[in-house]
């Protein structure tokens, strides 16, 4: 049974942004927060509601396992937040919480907005950036044994890293189906291939920012027109000068990353944004 800030009500539930909570906040088995001081309870409220949304006649995401009090509570709570492919995080004395969802773009940010210039990354090392995806769930389908679900796989992902498989292991023990650990796995996979990673300060009016946001930068040097990133790192301080500063961490995103089917063109899709003169094309 599960507290259910929607409804004041503790009731039976698989609701994974419920079962978040009820772990930080239970003083028995969990981490004993304190559910009116630091949770930020809108954040969980809006996150149940994406995880009951009905997607092909089924809830969106689900949890259904159990743990052990002696495993590792970063363990469980990384393990629940796969089961929804959201994050959890600690921010300004709170805990806040993400379904995996898109979001529309809060802002955009420009050269503006910049306060030093901008860290890219368009590469992960080889150990984060897989194209086939594996790991193990636990549910009637397998006797409640751990049992790996169908591994998920882009052809066109290998044949990008020169037919090459590199296996990212996702293993799902709050998922007990072996189709839901595959959508949940297909998430991961397009996620992953989205690797473009920017670090930046910005100015004050970063400051209305929070993990989990989606926003839009536009960059002349880096070719970026309105290309969407999800803000993944957020600090707050005075710069040299005194002046207040937002340092930002950001990582790409597209709207077709939370399909439920494998997008072999995520990876032309996160392309579209960037407009880039041609480096072959002879300038005069």
Partial sequence: KLY?????????????????????????YGLGESRGNNIDTSSFITAANICDELVSGNKRYTVNGSFLTSDNPVDILADLKRCMAGQLWYSQ???RVKAGVYVAPTMELTEDDLRSGLQVSTRDSRRDSGNTVKGIFRGPESGYNDTEYPPVSSDVFVEEDN????????SLRFTNTAKEAQRLAIIALERARL????TATFGIRAFNLQIGDVVRITNERFGYNEKTFEVIDWSFGLGEDLAFKVDLALREIVPDVFDSELNDNISQLALESVNLPDPFTNFT
């Fill in 4 to 28: 259910d800030p929607r409804t004041g009500q503790t009731v039976w539930s698989d609701n994974p942004a419920l079962a978040i909570l009820d772990f930080l906040t239970n003083t028995e």
């Fill in 195 to 198: 690797q473009t990673t920017i």
């Fill in 163 to 170: 037919n090459f498989e590199n296996v990212i292991d996702y």
């Fill in 93 to 95: 004395g709170k805990w």
